[in-house]
C-alpha cells in the first residue's frame, strides 16, 4: 500500500484531472476511482483501511489485490503524460524532468528511423544538459550524437567536436561517481541510527583526501555537492561546530553562484548550519534561518520534514514548550492529511509528540481549547520500532521519557522496574567518551528510588552526575543533537520540581486527614 500512496501523492492531481485522462484511467464512481480518491484524499492509510471502504465487513481477498495492483498500473501508464507534483521545485530539479522526457523522445525517434529530427531534438537538449550540469545524461547525448556524425552522417568535424566533448564528460562522470561512492559509504553506516559518528572522522578524512583534487579540478554541481559534505561530516563528527558552521557557510556561496537555482544543497547545508546553531546554543541565529529559508522546502517533503526537527528542537532548547508544541501538532497533523515521510522521520516525531506530552503532563504547556490528545504512552513503543533497536541513538530518549512519565504520575513502583532496567542498559550501551551526557542523567535517574522519591535526598545524592553534566555541555559533547530533545540539565529540574510537588500534595493531604480526624 505505502509505494501506491506514494506514487499517487507524487502526481500533479489537478493536472490529471483537467487532461482528459481521468475518464479513460479512472472510469468514474468505479471502486478503482473510489480507492484514489480515498488515498488522495488521506482517508486511506492502509491495506485495511482500504478493505474496510470498499468491501465493508468481507475479507476483500484477492479481488481487492487485483484491484490494487491494476490502479498502479493505470497510474504508472500516464505517469509521464503528466508533470511530477514539483511546481514549486527548483529550475535545476524542473529542468531534469524536462530533460529526460525530451531523451525519451528522442530515442523513440531515432528507433522510428526519424533521425533528422531526433538528432535535432538531442542537440538541442545537450545545451540544456550541459547547463544544468547533467553529466550523466550528458554523455548518454553524446555517445549518440558521436555515433550518428561518425557512422551515419559522415561529418568528420562534427564527430570530433562531439567525441572530444564525450571524454570530458567521461572523465568529470567517473569523479563525480566515485565522490558520491565515497559518500554514500559514510553515510550508510547510520542512516537507522543516531549514535556517534566520531569514529568516522578519520575516514571521512581520508576520502576527503583522496577526492579533494577533483574540486579544484571540476565546478560539477555532484562531485562538489557529494564532496562538501564529506568535509561536513569530517569536523562535524569530530565535535567541531564552528569549523563546521564554516564549511557550511563556504559550501552555499558556492551553489549560490551557479546560474541556476540550487535548492537541494543550499538545504542540505542550511541543515547542517542550523545543527550547528543548536550545538553552539546560537539560538536567535537558527531562528533566524529557518524563518529566512523555509521557503526553499518542498512542503511534505524529507528536506521540509527535517527542518521543522530542527524548529522543534530550537523551541525545546530555549523553553518555548508551546511552539514546540504547535510545531509537533502541526507535522503530525500533516503527517496524517496527506504525506507518508520516511519510517524514520516518521518515528521521531513520535517521540518528539512523547515529549510534548510529557510537558503537558506537568503543565510546562497548557494546550488550546478544544485540543484532543490521541496520545497513548501504552503504543508508544511498537510505533517507535526503528529507533528501539539505536541502543546509543534515539532509544535513549525513548526510556527516559517512559520513566519521567512513570514519575510524573507517582506511579513509583514502575519507576522503579524502569529505573533499575535502565541502569542495566547505561552499563551496557553509554560509553563514557560518547554518549557521556545520557550517562550522568540516567545515573541521577536511578538516584531517584535510591532516595525514596524524596526531593531533598534525590538531590544531594545526584548532585554529582549533575555536576558532572554541566560540566560537559551540549556544544562540546560527542553525542548527535536530535538524542537530547529538553537539555538534561533543564529536564532534571523538571524532575526535581515534580517529586517537590508531589511531596507537598502528600504532606498536605496528611495535613488535612489530620485536621479531619480532630
Known amino acids: 500500500m505505502q509505494d501506491l500512496i506514494e506514487l499517487i501523492h507524487s502526481i500533479h492531481i489537478a493536472r490529471f484531472r483537467s487532461s482528459g485522462l481521468w475518464g479513460f484511467v479512472l472510469e468514474p464512481g468505479s471502486m478503482m476511482e473510489q480507492l484514489f480518491e480515498a488515498i488522495h484524499d488521506g482517508r486511506v492509510h492502509s491495506d485495511e483501511d482500504a478493505v474496510a471502504l470498499l468491501y465493508p465487513g468481507q475479507k476483500g481477498g484477492s479481488k481487492y489485490l487485483n484491484l490494487k495492483e491494476r490502479l498502479k498500473e493505470r497510474i504508472l501508464s500516464v505517469l509521464f503524460l503528466l508533470e511530477f507534483k514539483a511546481a514549486s521545485g527548483s529550475d535545476r530539479q524542473k529542468a531534469y524532468f524536462e530533460c529526460n522526457r525530451k531523451w525519451s523522445a528522442a530515442m523513440v525517434l531515432m528507433s522510428k528511423n526519424a533521425k533528422r529530427v531526433s538528432v535535432s531534438v538531442l542537440e538541442d537538449l545537450l545545451k540544456q544538459t550541459t547547463f544544468f550540469e547533467f553529466t550523466e545524461l550528458s554523455m548518454s547525448v553524446l555517445s549518440t550524437l558521436r555515433l550518428h556524425y561518425g557512422t551515419i552522417h559522415g561529418d568528420p568535424t562534427r564527430y570530433k567536436m562531439y567525441r572530444e566533448m564525450y571524454h570530458r564528460a567521461q572523465q568529470e562522470w567517473v569523479m563525480e561517481n566515485e565522490t558520491e561512492d ?219 521519557v517512559q520513566i519521567l512519565f512513570s514519575i510524573s504520575e507517582r506511579n513509583n513502583h514502575q519507576s522503579i522496574d524502569r529505573i533499575e532496567a535502565i541502569e542495566k542498559y547505561c552499563s551496557r550501551y553509554l560509553k563514557q567518551n560518547e554518549t557521556f551526557r545520557s550517562s550522568c542523567f540516567i545515573k541521577a535517574l536511578i538516584q531517584i528510588p535510591a532516595g525514596s522519591f524524596r526531593p531533598e535526598i534525590v538531590a544531594a545524592k545526584a548532585q554529582k552526575f549533575v555536576e558532572q553534566l554541566r560540566a560537559q555541555p551540549l556544544e562540546v559533547a560527542y553525542q548527535t543533537h536530535e538524542i537530547e530533545i529538553i537539555p538534561y540539565e533543564r529536564l532534571w529540574e523538571m524532575t526535581v520540581n515534580t517529586l517537590r510537588k508531589q511531596g507537598a500534595a502528600s504532606k498536605a493531604g496528611t495535613a488535612q486527614r489530620a485536621s479531619s480526624r480532630s
Open 182 to 400: 565515497l559518500y554514500t559509504h559514510l553515510v550508510s553506516h547510520f542512516v537507522n541510527s543516531k549514535a556517534t559518528k566520531k569514529s568516522l572522522s578519520e575516514q571521512a578524512q581520508e576520502y576527503f583526501d583522496q577526492i579533494k583534487p577533483y574540486m579544484a579540478e571540476s565546478d560539477s554541481f555532484r562531485l562538489h555537492l557529494c564532496a562538501r559534505l564529506i568535509q561536513v561530516m569530517i569536523s562535524s563528527s569530530r565535535n567541531d561546530y564552528a569549523t563546521t558552521a564554516a564549511v557550511c557557510e563556504d559550501a552555499i556561496q558556492f551553489f549560490r553562484k551557479k546560474q541556476f537555482e540550487s535548492n537541494l544543497p543550499l538545504q542540505a547545508f542550511y541543515y547542517q548550519l542550523i545543527v550547528c546553531y543548536i550545538q553552539l546554543q546560537e539560538f536567535e541565529k537558527g531562528q533566524a534561518i529557518i524563518e529566512q529559508y523555509q521557503s526553499i522546502f518542498e512542503e511534505g517533503s524529507f528536506n521540509w520534514y527535517k527542518l521543522q526537527e530542527l524548529f522543534f528542537l530550537l523551541a525545546m532548547y530555549t523553553q518555548h514548550y508551546s511552539k514546540a508544541f504547535e510545531v509537533c501538532d502541526s507535522v503530525l497533523k500533516k503527517m496524517r492529511a496527506a504525506s507518508v515521510p520516511p519510517v524514520q522521520i516518521m518515528e521521531m516525531w513520535k517521540i518528539y509528540e512523547a515529549y510534548t506530552h510529557y510537558l503537558i503532563h506537568i503543565g510546562e504547556i497548557t494546550p488550546p481549547a478544544g485540543y484532543q490528545s490521541k496520545f497513548k504512552l501504552s503504543k508508544f513503543l511498537n510505533e517507535t520500532p526503528t529507533y528501539s533497536k539505536d541502543k546509543q541513538g534515539m532509544n535513549i530518549p525513548i526510556l527516559v
